[in-house]
């Protein structure tokens, strides 16, 4: 961003100045005004998604799921240890849910061991999987598009598949680039 | 079809209901979990403002529509819609900047249209690959994640693509 942003202002203000001279000027408080109004929609889109998430990071049914998929991220990510696999299989649960102040650490972590048994593939997958997103509801998508009246539901639909289509080309690739 | 308008609101059930069985204070989980709206809006605001300004400006010089007329043959080849350039190519640098585009997607052409639908699925099918790579290579002593970051990119690519082609039978 620390390139795109000057280069983008940039050229944008220059050539503004052949155009209309006061764009700039209007451009700047427009843009000003949609960020605030935007933000206070977004207090509470996340207010109310942090807090339900909350609710289920408080009740440990993240730690629980996790377990059911220790076995076949062993498999997947090619490890031994059991450590790393436990750290491996709680980051995944906690981003499929959309915890990710569960994830974030937990990714972290299980990076660190990774890196230590210098399991370059395994970084590699772990970080393709991450940012391929593989959340099961765009909880935040989805409330504030509830929040102009929009339909949830093919919404729902679509981002399921297209995420689930994202990260198996990601893994497939990185599978394939050994 | 319409099964799915059921799972937001028999998860938030399942959700109270497991809670409830590991006694868990539930009001004060959810407001404490709330509480934390207030920082990460704190934290995004400056990012939100910057890329609004810059999405406002590049598209009152004019040069937004040079732009996306130079990429468009592109973009069209792969059938992506000229008006999810932007988002795609901002996508993996900023998320809450994307988000920032998303919002101006919903309003300009309306939360039930082909483009809509298209720019939601795109922006819930990918993460912020430089973000996240940088922070997930942060306490590595071999931090190379070239290659991390370019399939990520190409996979994110082909959702794209992929969930434009999908949303026209969802539509």
Known sequence: MNVIFPLILLLSIVFS???????T???LSIGGDKAVKLSLTLIAVYAVWTGIINILSASGATEKLSKIFEKPIKRLFNTKDDETAKKLSLNVTANMLGVSGVATPAGIEAMRLLDKKDNSHGKTLLT????????????????????????VSSVILVSFISTFFTTVIGVILVKVFK | MNVAIYIVPVLIIAVILYALFKKVNVFTAFTSGAKEALPLIYTIFPTILAVLIMSELFEVSGLSAIFIKLLSPVLKFFGIPTELTKLVLLKPFSGSGSLALLDEIYKTYGVNSYISLS???IFGSSETTFYVS????SKCKNKNAAKAIIISLTATFLGAVFSCFICKFFY
Do not use: E, H, K, R
Request: hydrophobic residues 45%; negative net charge.
């Open chain 2, 134 to 137: 940088a922070v997930y290579y």
């Open chain 1, 17 to 23: 100045l052949f155009n209309s001279p006061t764009a």
């Open chain 1, 25 to 27: 000027l209007t451009a």
């Open chain 1, 128 to 151: 393709v999987i991450s940012s391929t997103s593989i959340q099961l509801l765009p909880l935040s998508v989805l409330q504030l598009l509830s929040s102009y009246g929009g339909d």
């Open chain 2, 119 to 121: 720019a939601s699925a």
